[in-house]
């Protein structure tokens, strides 16, 4: 059954969303929630972050109200203001999970007094210091939680039995995304590289492996390494392949978003690798069939779940370019075997790792079904 014709037969009359800011691999996700709510959907983001990260541009924010987001206690603790009175008022709420935003609480307290159902977004655990002392707090005036992953669902319904939990597995595709890519077996040729350019993604740590892949003739001649992406670290990357003799093989290609430029990419990677922490990109890679190298021992995203091993993920030991060196050679060995695997991995991310996924878990939660 549908999420809308799902939702057409609940007696909800009103579902609210609300947000701290609203990052662009989001935006396809809350247009799908506004397709499938409708006239019943309202949603609320501010313009600024707790750590600056991105937000979308407030021209796409069709669905969204904008409010004002004030920082207070320096800048720990959010209070967001243009939103409160609406969120008291919703049959349904679903509010962010980040317990520093203490408007949130304010709003648990009335709805939980007047009766009226309330569900947290986001992380189960992570924070630190106060906001993970009020935690116990935020989900006593809860009646749902949408987890990120299986494992924090697992968690959450260990440590509180009676809380109803969902899994909305974070992701930055559509389904109608998820097609694999085609290439043949000449054609697939190259190490690929999609995020940005800076130090914490550990940039450097793919170059020196690719270099010693190179000099100890792991990987073949024709094997290139590609960098799609732009920040601070290209110029060293650029000096440092220059130095090394391989510049005629690494190529950096800076920002692309033009998706047909990605997929093409992609079409040609033996497979994409995650030299730091693994997010989004992952998800990115299997959604064309592609699969991941990744390090093995970092403070992983959420998605590190999609990660399996022998199906679309291998995995290298962290900070050592000669286990990245390894890994790079076993992905290239194993090219006939990933290009043979690219449909399945697509479709299977297609029903687990895609924004229809994740909004069949709000629909699940709107409704109370589990």
Not at 85 to 96: G, P, S
Not at 146 to 154: D, F, N, P
Not at 191 to 219: F, T
Not at 252 to 272: E, N, P
Request: hydrophobic share 40%; glycine share 8%.
């Amino acid at each position: 059954m549908s999420a809308t014709n799902k939702l057409a037969q609940t007696k909800v009359q009103r579902v609210c969303l609300q947000q701290v800011i609203i990052p662009d691999y989001r935006l396809k996700l809350f247009h799908l929630m506004k397709q499938s709510f409708g006239d019943l959907f309202k949603s609320y983001a501010g313009d600024s972050d707790f750590g600056g990260s991105p937000c979308s541009d407030p021209t796409a924010w069709a669905e969204f109200d904008q409010v004002e987001n004030h920082y207070i206690l320096g800048g720990r603790f959010l209070w967001q203001v243009g939103c409160v009175r609406n969120l008291i008022d919703a049959d349904v709420a679903i509010l962010n999970g980040n317990m520093r935003t203490l408007s949130n609480l304010w709003v648990q307290f009335m709805r939980k007094w007047l009766g009226r159902r309330t569900i947290l977004w986001g992380h189960a655990e992570g924070q630190s210091g106060l906001a993970a002392t009020m935690r116990p707090l935020y989900l006593f005036f809860c009646d749902g939680f949408i987890a990120y992953t299986e494992s924090q669902a697992k968690m959450l319904r260990m440590r509180h039995p009676s809380l109803k939990v969902w899994v909305a597995a974070n992701s930055s595709v559509s389904a109608t995304d998820c097609v694999p890519v085609e290439a043949t077996h000449d054609e697939v040729d190259s190490i690929l590289y999609v995020g940005r350019l800076v130090e914490k993604k550990k940039v450097r740590l793919l170059l020196e492996g690719y270099i010693r892949a190179q000099k100890d003739s792991l990987l073949a001649e024709n094997i290139r390494l590609v960098f799609v992406g732009a920040g601070a670290e290209r110029q060293h990357l650029e000096a440092r392949a220059e130095a090394a003799g391989v510049a005629n093989k690494v190529q950096f290609t800076g920002h692309v978003s033009d998706i047909s430029k990605l997929r093409d990419y992609y079409r040609r990677a033996i497979c994409s690798v995650s030299p730091g922490y693994v997010g989004l990109s992952a998800t990115q890679s299997f959604s064309f069939g592609v699969p991941m190298l990744i390090a093995r021992d970092e403070f992983h995203s959420p998605e590190i779940e999609a990660c399996k091993k022998g199906f679309n993920a291998e995995f290298f030991d962290s900070n050592n370019s000669q286990s990245m060196a390894e890994g790079l050679q076993r992905m290239t060995m194993q090219k006939e075997v990933g290009r043979s695997k690219r449909e399945e991995v697509s479709e299977w991310t297609a029903s687990h790792y895609s924004f229809e996924a994740m909004l069949d878990a709000f629909v699940g939660a709107v409704d109370g079904e589990q």
